[in-house]
């Protein structure tokens, strides 16, 4: 099972008894939630409608049985089907366009009827809803009726992540917010005349070089003044991306930043650079930017190429990079609960996370031409310096960069569970991985066979999932990936190392666990 993708067939198409079979039988997931539905549409069925509307899309199915004492998923579940469809379709339009939910995203397709014989289920697609709709939610209160979707079901959505899809909301983005009481007294000085100097030179002549810097940061959004309030002071973006480092940690207690270079990786020695809290800088976003991108672009190849009698190092491998960075700031959503702008580098490969979820659908972001970032003031402040192409062009740019190599596809990973997003960018050959594919590893032997994994429980197939997608997993992450409480999620672990499933890495204060080869 992979997390990153949209797994489900293609929407508002019917399928037939053997389709939804296999749906069914892969078990409850983050994507199927089947229910008995006897007599009257279930109550639930509208939880599960706001859970699968603000994650990432699932099937409702009515008319299965759920027998929670099977480990076999055909005995597990049984098709038991129910006795009038289409009343109880009639009634789930009626109520789905009443005031039970305060938005249908469905259309007429996605609600039909699936006959096995005499059998008849009741099937309801639910597709993401747009970012502009989210949070989609039961009742009257946001805070009280959203949902969301993990591998143990649908749950209440926190305050803080309904708080996030309300802010998604916006076209303008989320970095222009003014900060009460943050002033110019906020701004590191060295920083903002490093920014200037930069943007002097590529702008020479420009009517915002005499101002001072007040008024220029007004002209970028970094500083505004309501004028139905008059409460002014330093916006979201100035204080992010210009600030002292005190300032913005006592603002952004939440967000850390985080660089580490992983290409000579051992047992003992996890990164052999690494750039984040430490005290010897100013952790604001442009410093932070600054001191990264030449360690990211240090080791790219640079032919030796002339316009004319100046020699270009500039390559579509460096700007594509350089891309990935600035979206990772532009889409970040700083005012989570919690988050971490991560950069990695590897000998063969670039992660990029930053905190949120995506506000378009993948294959939007790869098409390109539609660009929705949280931060539209930061995406300006980049750009006028040089970072950072036309809005929606972005991504384009950075898959071209890869395609041109040969290069697989880049890699876009949501992380619903987690609230974060990352980005993989492998400088692997597509004809290598090809290969790899038909060669058997070593560690086979080792594996947890698929007999083996059929007898996993529940929660230990989905932890073990993770832990083949993600090549690791923690307790915390445990907890959040299961929506259990700490103590339960270290006893699975220990029950699976125990198995054999997994074996743990690290000392207690950096305690992991990863498969076991």
């Known amino acids: 099972m992979r997390y990153i993708e949209y797994s489900l067939m293609e929407e508002g198409v019917a399928m037939n008894i053997q389709e939804l079979k296999s749906l069914i039988y892969q078990g ?34 009515l008319g299965v049985i ?17 006795k009038n469809p289409e009343a109880q379709k009639e009634d789930f339009w009626n109520t789905i ?20 014989g005499d059998i008849k289920l009741l099937v309801i697609h639910v597709p993401r809803a747009d970012f502009n709709m989210r949070p989609v939610y039961v009742g009257e209160n946001p805070y009280k009726g959203t949902y969301k979707r993990n591998h143990d079901g649908d749950y209440h959505a926190t ?47 420009h009517v915002w070089n005499p101002l001072d810097d007040k008024a220029f940061l007004e002209q970028l959004g970094g500083y505004n003044r309501d004028r139905r309030t008059c409460v002014e002071g330093l916006t979201v973006a100035g204080l992010l991306m210009f600030g002292t480092g005190r300032a913005i940690r006592e603002r952004f207690s939440n967000i850390f930043m985080d660089y580490r270079e992983e290409s000579k990786v051992t047992i003992d020695v996890r990164w052999n650079d690494r750039i984040t809290y430490d005290g010897t800088w100013e952790n604001n976003l442009f410093n932070f930017f600054s001191k990264v991108t030449p360690k990211l672009t240090e ?54 996370t930053n905190p949120g979820i995506l506000k378009l659908p993948i ?10 970032p949280r931060n ?21 740019t950075i898959v071209a960069a890869w395609d041109a190599e040969g290069w697989v596809k880049p890699e876009l990973i949501e992380d619903t569970i987690l609230n974060q997003v990352t980005l993989k960018l492998d400088m692997v050959k597509v004809e290598s991985v090809e290969e790899q594919a038909t060669v058997v590893p070593k560690s086979a032997e080792k594996m947890p066979k698929s007999a083996e994994v059929e007898y996993m429980t529940e929660q230990e197939k989905i932890i073990f999932e993770y832990v083949r997608e993600q090549n690791m997993i923690t307790t915390a992450i445990a907890c959040k990936l299961l929506n259990i409480k700490e103590r339960r999620a270290r006893k699975i672990l220990s029950e699976m190392c125990n198995k054999n499933y997994l074996k743990k890495k690290g000392a207690t204060s950096n305690l992991r666990y990863i498969e076991m080869m």
Do not use: W
């Not at 759920?66 to 049984?78: A, N, Q, S, Y």
């Not at 003014?178 to 920083?191: G, Q, R, V």
């Open 376 to 396: 539209s003031h930061m995406q300006t402040m980049l750009r006028m310096v040089g970072f950072g192409d036309n809005a929606g062009s972005g991504f384009p």
């Open 97 to 116: 366009n009443g005031n039970k939910v305060n938005v249908n995203v469905l259309k007429d397709e996605d609600v039909f009827v699936v006959e096995d």
């Open 66 to 82: 759920e027998d929670k004492t099977k480990t076999v998923l055909e005995e597990r579940f049984i098709i038991r089907g129910i």
């Open 299 to 352: 080791d790219l190849p640079k032919p030796f190429k002339l316009e004319g009698i100046q020699r270009i190092d500039e390559t579509p491998l460096h700007k594509a990079v350089r891309e990935a960075f600035v979206n990772l700031i532009i889409h970040a959503d700083y005012l989570m609960d919690a988050g971490t702008l991560k950069v990695i580098k590897k000998n063969k490969s670039f992660e990029f």
């Open 363 to 372: 294959e939007d972001i790869f098409r390109g031409g539609n660009s929705k």
């Open 159 to 205: 305050e803080h992540e309904t708080r996030s899809m309300i802010r998604d909301q916006s076209l303008e983005g989320n970095d222009g917010t003014i900060l009460e009481h943050y002033t110019m007294a906020d701004i590191d000085k060295e920083t903002l005349r490093k920014y200037r100097q930069i943007f002097e030179i590529r702008n020479d002549g």
């Open 28 to 61: 409850e997931k983050v994507d199927i939630e089947c229910k008995k539905a006897d007599g009257n549409v279930p109550k639930s069925v509208y939880e599960s409608y706001s859970a699968f509307a603000n994650t990432k899309g699932g099937y409702i199915i």
